[in-house]
């Protein structure tokens, strides 16, 4: 077989790795060389020692002729693997990556199956936004996968472009448990050990996996008299029981508001897990979101992030970017739900909310583009706002009636896709009949900030 040229100097890609520019904000990370449609994976872990046994099974379809297949995996070792159920005996680690070498190169078109041994002590993915992945608690695990931390516990192509299905079996310390995305599927139980099994049938990118394990109770929100509404679990510990049901007593409401404003809860569940140690900032996974004890009161700054983790289960988890440059398209989104279920609350206006964000900015320096605001700002608080406000003017334009119908039938026609901000503006052209690129480029992807849109 041949193998691809040597890459050249200041690539990132690994031998045998087609050409093509990686995600410029997660350089070396994800290929376009294949795409896993299903992952598999049974986690044998032991709280105490912080060890990790693993096994992935990644159902993958080429996509470019390659030598090898490269994965994202950090910080664990890889001991055995078979392909299409043959073993596997030239595979390496260099960094951050994996490479399988076949017996054949791979071909467009073929279909792989990559059964993955592996294990060590899992630690979080230190860089630029801090630190991501797999991270002990005081008495648990917790995974903040976003942007790229979900190779510090699986072996994965980890780009949120590359979306799949998954089965996560998670075997862990009795006593404890563990809450994984998608439906648990069943629980074994030993004198010593369980098994928790979760299908997420629906398309999932790779950073959006989690495993939370602590001693959780579940607790079911009442959701009576709510139309349309899906079951709302609390994963908490038994302590802070009482506290997480009086914080999050207005998530059903929430999530009817946001079920009128933007279509049908794109998922079948939604859980909502409490850690006992104090978070800097909630997370989100797909069909799932995680506080800590310090964002479970009832005053506007906790009820805020509430409303802004539910809402990525349509903008980030449903509809996710296919590239990092339009994390607007998540946050400015997520920001905006926060200002309608403010007006929805009968706390403050929409209108009110777009005023107090375009002062803040107004005082702040003008040296970002939000439409491709660079890996160092992707998370920068002008993103969330200004994004939102890109929203406001677009509503402001063409009325309430046709906004909403936007975003309705954007959440629609990209349901568990990949989105672009070129595709959203498409469809604003589409659906509400304006110039909506001339109308948003001042706001995405110029530094000065335009005026207050106001009716």
Same mark, same amino acid.
């Given at each position: 077989?041949?193998?691809?040229?040597?890459?050249?100097?200041?690539?990132?890609?690994?031998?045998?790795?087609?050409?093509?520019?990686?995600?410029?904000?997660?350089?070396?990370?994800?290929?376009?060389?294949? =795409?896993?449609?299903?992952?598999?994976?049974?986690?044998?872990?032991?709280?105490?020692?912080?060890?990790? !046994?693993? =096994?992935?099974?990644?159902?993958? /379809?080429?996509?470019?002729?390659?030598?090898?297949?490269?994965?994202?995996?950090?910080?664990?070792?890889?001991?055995?693997?078979?392909?299409?159920?043959?073993?596997?005996?030239?595979?390496?680690?260099?960094?951050?990556?994996?490479? &399988?070498?076949?017996?054949?190169?791979?071909?467009?078109?073929?279909?792989?199956?990559?059964?993955?041994?592996?294990?060590?002590?899992?630690?979080?993915?230190?860089?630029?936004?801090?630190? &991501?992945?797999?991270?002990?608690? @005081?008495?648990?695990?917790?995974?903040?996968?976003?942007? !790229?931390?979900?190779?510090?516990?699986?072996?994965?192509?980890?780009?949120?472009?590359?979306?799949?299905?998954?089965?996560?079996?998670?075997? *862990?310390?009795?006593?404890?448990?563990?809450?994984?995305?998608? $439906?648990?599927?069943?629980?074994?139980?030993?004198?010593?050990? /369980?098994?928790?099994?979760?299908?997420?049938?629906?398309?999932?990118?790779?950073?959006?996996?989690?495993?939370?394990?602590?001693?959780?109770?579940?607790?079911?929100?009442?959701?009576?008299?709510?139309?349309?509404?899906?079951?709302?679990?609390?994963?908490?510990?038994?302590? $802070?029981?009482?506290?997480? =049901?009086?914080?999050?007593?207005?998530?059903?409401?929430?999530?009817?508001?946001?079920?009128?404003?933007?279509?049908?809860?794109?998922?079948?569940?939604?859980?909502?897990?409490?850690?006992?140690?104090?978070?800097?900032?909630?997370?989100?996974?797909?069909?799932?979101?995680?506080?800590?004890?310090?964002?479970?009161?009832?005053?506007?700054?906790?009820?805020?992030?509430?409303?802004?983790?539910?809402?990525?289960?349509?903008?980030?988890?449903?509809? @996710?970017?296919?590239?990092?440059?339009?994390?607007?398209?998540?946050?400015?989104?997520?920001?905006?739900? /926060?200002?309608?279920?403010?007006?929805?609350?009968?706390?403050?206006?929409? %209108?009110?909310?777009?005023?107090?964000?375009?002062?803040?900015? %107004?005082? $702040? =320096?003008?040296?970002?583009?939000?439409?491709?605001?660079?890996?160092?700002?992707?998370?920068?608080?002008?993103?969330?706002?200004?994004?939102?406000?890109?929203?406001?003017?677009?509503?402001?334009?063409?009325?309430?009636?046709?906004?909403?119908?936007? $975003?309705?039938?954007?959440?629609?026609? !990209?349901?568990?896709?990949?989105?672009?901000?070129?595709?959203?503006?498409? *469809?604003?052209?589409?659906?509400?009949?304006?110039?909506?690129?001339?109308?948003?480029?001042?706001?995405?992807?110029?530094?000065?900030?335009?005026?207050?849109? &106001?009716?």
């Amino acid at each position: 077989m041949s193998f691809a040229a040597p890459a050249s100097p200041g690539d990132t890609r690994m031998p045998g790795e087609p050409s093509g520019p990686p995600d410029p904000y997660v350089p070396g990370h994800g290929t376009n060389a294949y =795409r896993v449609t299903r992952y598999e994976l049974d986690l044998d872990y032991k709280l105490a020692s912080n060890r990790l !046994n693993g =096994r992935a099974v990644l159902h993958a /379809e080429v996509e470019r002729p390659a030598s090898a297949v490269v994965l994202d995996l950090t910080g664990l070792r890889a001991v055995k693997i078979s392909l299409n159920g043959r073993r596997v005996r030239r595979f390496s680690q260099r960094a951050e990556q994996l490479v &399988v070498v076949p017996d054949a190169a791979l071909l467009p078109g073929d279909r792989f199956e990559l059964d993955i041994r592996y294990e060590g002590n899992p630690s979080p993915r230190r860089g630029l936004w801090g630190e &991501v992945g797999w991270e002990e608690l @005081t008495d648990g695990v917790l995974v903040a996968g976003q942007p !790229n931390g979900a190779a510090s516990w699986f072996p994965c192509n980890d780009h949120p472009q590359h979306k799949a299905s998954y089965r996560i079996a998670v075997t *862990t310390d009795a006593n404890y448990r563990a809450v994984c995305n998608g $439906l648990l599927i069943s629980r074994k139980t030993g004198s010593s050990r /369980e098994t928790w099994t979760y299908e997420q049938a629906e398309p999932m990118a790779t950073y959006l996996a989690t495993v939370q394990i602590g001693r959780y109770d579940v607790l079911t929100l009442d959701t009576t008299g709510i139309p349309g509404s899906i079951p709302q679990h609390i994963a908490v510990p038994a302590n $802070l029981a009482d506290e997480a =049901r009086r914080g999050l007593a207005r998530q059903p409401e929430m999530m009817q508001t946001f079920v009128k404003s933007f279509g049908p809860y794109p998922f079948q569940e939604y859980t909502v897990v409490v850690a006992e140690d104090e978070l800097e900032i909630p997370l989100e996974a797909q069909t799932l979101s995680i506080f800590g004890p310090n964002h479970l009161d009832t005053g506007w700054e906790s009820q805020r992030l509430i409303a802004h983790e539910l809402s990525h289960q349509w903008f980030g988890n449903s509809l @996710t970017v296919a590239a990092w440059s339009d994390i607007w398209l998540h946050e400015g989104f997520a920001c905006y739900a /926060e200002w309608i279920w403010s007006e929805a609350a009968g706390v403050m206006s929409v %209108a009110d909310r777009a005023a107090a964000a375009w002062r803040k900015l %107004a005082a $702040l =320096r003008k040296d970002i583009v939000v439409g491709d605001p660079g890996p160092e700002l992707m998370f920068d608080d002008r993103v969330y706002k200004r994004g939102a406000l890109a929203l406001h003017a677009l509503r402001i334009r063409c009325g309430d009636l046709a906004f909403f119908a936007l $975003l309705h039938d954007w959440a629609a026609s !990209n349901h568990h896709g990949s989105v672009s901000t070129a595709a959203f503006i498409q *469809t604003a052209d589409r659906v509400a009949g304006i110039d909506s690129e001339a109308l948003l480029h001042p706001w995405l992807f110029e530094e000065a900030l335009p005026a207050l849109p &106001v009716r």
